[in-house]
C-alpha cells in the first residue's frame, strides 16, 4: 500500500464549546491550531472505565415536564443535564429518545452501548441541544439520529463499531466538530457512513476523523454545507465523501485516504459546489469524481497523489463541459502526482476536459511529507489493497510479501464444505482476517465468516453454501491506529493431498513466516 504522510498541520476555525461533567462552561475561542499527524497515531478511541457512571435503563422525555428530575433549570447558561450515565441495553429501543421538548439541554459524558440507536433527538425546539464528550461501542443502528430538529451541536463525541455513527435528516444548521468514528467490520450489521445526512441545509462539518466505514461523509439532497479539516481513512464504498442531488456545497481541506473501492470525492448530480485544498491518496479509483448530473462546480488546488483511475486520477462525466478543474481567479489547477511537467493535465470521462493549470508543487505539503513506496522490497502481491487487483491464492504458489497493511485476496471455495481458518500472529495482536462473497461490492459486503486474533490467536470455522470465488480481507490494527500499521509476514501456499479419515480428508493452506502464520483449513464435509 502506499504509505503515509508523516506530518501535516492544518488550522481549524471554528467556535468551541467546552464541557466538564459538573458545572456548564460555554467558550468561545478565537481559533484552534491542530498540529499532530491525522494518521499513524492512536484513534483516541478509548473506551471508558465503569467507575464513576451510573448504570440506566432507557430515558424517553416527550414533554418538558420530564426534565424534572436531571439538574439544570432549561436555560442557554444552565441547561438540563444527562450525565455520566452508562447504557449497555438488548432492548430495542434508543438509549436516550427526546421528542419535542423546548427546553436545552447537554447530554455528556455517557457510554453508548446498545441493540438500537443511542440518542435520537425528534423535533426539538431550534438551538436547545448539544451533544458531547460521549462514547458509543458497538451500537447496531446510529450512535446519534438527528430528525427535523434544528441547529444541533455534536462535538468531542467517539465511537467504534457503530453501523452509522451520526446520522442527521431533514434539519439545519447542524454543527459537527471534533468527533472521531470507528466502523469496523462486523458479521452482525453493516458499517455504514462515519456521518450521513439526507435533506438538510446548513450543516458545518468541521475537523471530524471517520475510518474504515463504507463511506466516511454522504449527504444526499442537502445544499449549503461546509465540509472541511476532516481525516476519512480507509472507506469501502462509492465515495469517502459522496455527495448526491445536493447543490451549494464547499469540500475544503480535507485528508482522504485509501478507498478500497471507489473513489476519495465523488459528486453525482450535485451543482456549485466547490472542491479545494484537499489532500486524496491512494484511492482504488478517482481522487475527484464527478459523475452525471453534476455541473457548474469548481476543482482547484487539490493534492492528487497516486490514486489509480484509468489513466487520469478524475473523472468527469458531465457532457455540458461545465466543471473547471482552476481557480478562476488564479489560474491556478490542481498538484497530480502524475502529470509529466509540461502542458495540460487529462481528466477522464465524457466531457473531455482538462486541467489547464496543473500546479508543479504540492498545495500547503512538500515531497519529504510523503514517504514514498520503496520498489526495492515493495512488490505486485503487496500492492492488493483493492478490489479490483486482488491477489487469487491458490493451493500450488509461494508468495513472499514485505508488509500486511489492508490486503484483498481471491480464492476459490466449495458448496458443501466446511472450512477452518487459523491465526497466529507473534508481532501484531490487531490482526483481523475475514471471508467475504465476492458477489457483493466491498462496501455493501455479506461477510460471512472472520473475526479479530486475540492474544495472537484467532480461528473460525464456517460452511460454504454456493461454489465460486471469495475475497479474504486481512489487515492488521486499523481499530487503534488511523491508517494501519504494516505487519511483516510472508504467505506460502502448500496444496496437500487428503491425509486420514480421522482428520475429515482436511486439505490445508498454510500462510507463515516473519512472526505471522496464517493456516488455512479446508475441510470436506461428510456425506
Not at 439538574?71 to 438488548?90: H, Q
Request: net charge negative; aromatic share 14%.
Amino acid at each position: 500500500m502506499w504509505a503515509f504522510l508523516k506530518k501535516i498541520s492544518f488550522i481549524v476555525f471554528c467556535s468551541i464549546i467546552l464541557f466538564n461533567s459538573g458545572d456548564y462552561v460555554y467558550k468561545h475561542p478565537e481559533t484552534e491550531v491542530k498540529t499532530e499527524p491525522p494518521f499513524l497515531q492512536a484513534s483516541d478511541i478509548l473506551l471508558p472505565s465503569r467507575a464513576g457512571y451510573e448504570n440506566s435503563g432507557p430515558i424517553e422525555i416527550t414533554s418538558d415536564e420530564d426534565w424534572g428530575s436531571f439538574p439544570g433549570s432549561g436555560t442557554a447558561e444552565d441547561p438540563y443535564r444527562i450525565e455520566r450515565l452508562w447504557f449497555e441495553l438488548t432492548e430495542r429501543l434508543p438509549a436516550i429518545y427526546i421528542n419535542g421538548t423546548t427546553k436545552h439541554f447537554l447530554i455528556s459524558h455517557c457510554y453508548f452501548k446498545t441493540d438500537f440507536k443511542g440518542i435520537f433527538l425528534y423535533a426539538v425546539a431550534n438551538n436547545t441541544a448539544t451533544i458531547a464528550n460521549n462514547v458509543f461501542n458497538g451500537n447496531d443502528a446510529n450512535g446519534i439520529i438527528i430528525l427535523h430538529s434544528n441547529y444541533v451541536w455534536l462535538e468531542n463525541n467517539t465511537g467504534r463499531l457503530d453501523h452509522v455513527g451520526i446520522r442527521v435528516s431533514y434539519s439545519i444548521g447542524t454543527v459537527l466538530v471534533n468527533n472521531s468514528f470507528y466502523g469496523g467490520i462486523s458479521l452482525d450489521y453493516l458499517t455504514a457512513s462515519g456521518t450521513g445526512f439526507t435533506y438538510c441545509q446548513n450543516a458545518t462539518i468541521i475537523n471530524n476523523t471517520f475510518n474504515f466505514f463504507n463511506r466516511g461523509i454522504y449527504a444526499k439532497n442537502c445544499s449549503g454545507f461546509l465540509i472541511a479539516d476532516n481525516t476519512v481513512l480507509n472507506t469501502r464504498e462509492y465515495g469517502s465523501i459522496y455527495l448526491t442531488w445536493s447543490n451549494e456545497m464547499i469540500v475544503k481541506n480535507n485528508y482522504i485516504y485509501n478507498n478500497l473501492y471507489s473513489d476519495g470525492i465523488r459528486l453525482y448530480s450535485t451543482d456549485n459546489s466547490m472542491i479545494c485544498y484537499n489532500t486524496i491518496i491512494a484511492c482504488a479509483d478517482y481522487g475527484v469524481a464527478l459523475m452525471a448530473g453534476a455541473m457548474n462546480n469548481t476543482v482547484h488546488h487539490n493534492n492528487f497523489l497516486y490514486n489509480y483511475g484509468y489513466g487520469s486520477q478524475a473523472l468527469d462525466s458531465q457532457w455540458l463541459r461545465n466543471n473547471i478543474w482552476f481557480d478562476n481567479n488564479t489560474k491556478e489547477g490542481n498538484f497530480w502526482s502524475d502529470w509529466g511537467g509540461e502542458g495540460n493535465y487529462s481528466i477522464n470521462g465524457w466531457a473531455l476536459t482538462v486541467d489547464p493549470y496543473p500546479l508543479a508543487t504540492m498545495v500547503n505539503l512538500t515531497m519529504d511529507d510523503i514517504i514514498l513506496p520503496n520498489n526495492e522490497t515493495d512488490d505486485l502481491l503487496e500492492e492488493n489493497d483493492y478490489k479490483r487487483n486482488a491477489v487469487r491464492i491458490t493451493t500450488e504458489k509461494t508468495y513472499n510479501l514485505i508488509a500486511a497493511d489492508v490486503d484483498l485476496y481471491l480464492i476459490n471455495l466449495s458448496a458443501g464444505k466446511n472450512y477452518t481458518i487459523n491465526i497466529n500472529t507473534e508481532t501484531t495482536s490487531g490482526l483481523e482476517c475475514y471471508l467475504i462473497d465476492s458477489g457483493f461490492m466491498l462496501g455493501l459486503f455479506d461477510v460471512l465468516a472472520g473475526g479479530k486474533a486475540k492474544e495472537g490467536k484467532l480461528q473460525y470455522t464456517f460452511e460454504i453454501k454456493k461454489d465460486g470465488d471469495y475475497y479474504l480481507l486481512v489487515f492488521n490494527d486499523l481499530e487503534h491506529y488511523k491508517t494501519a500499521v504494516p505487519a511483516p509476514y510472508s504467505l506460502e501456499i502448500i496444496s496437500q493431498k487428503e491425509v486420514t479419515t480421522s482428520l475429515g480428508g482436511a486439505i490445508w493452506t498454510v500462510i507463515t513466516g516473519a512472526g505471522i502464520t496464517l493456516c488455512l483449513c479446508f475441510r470436506k464435509k461428510k456425506t
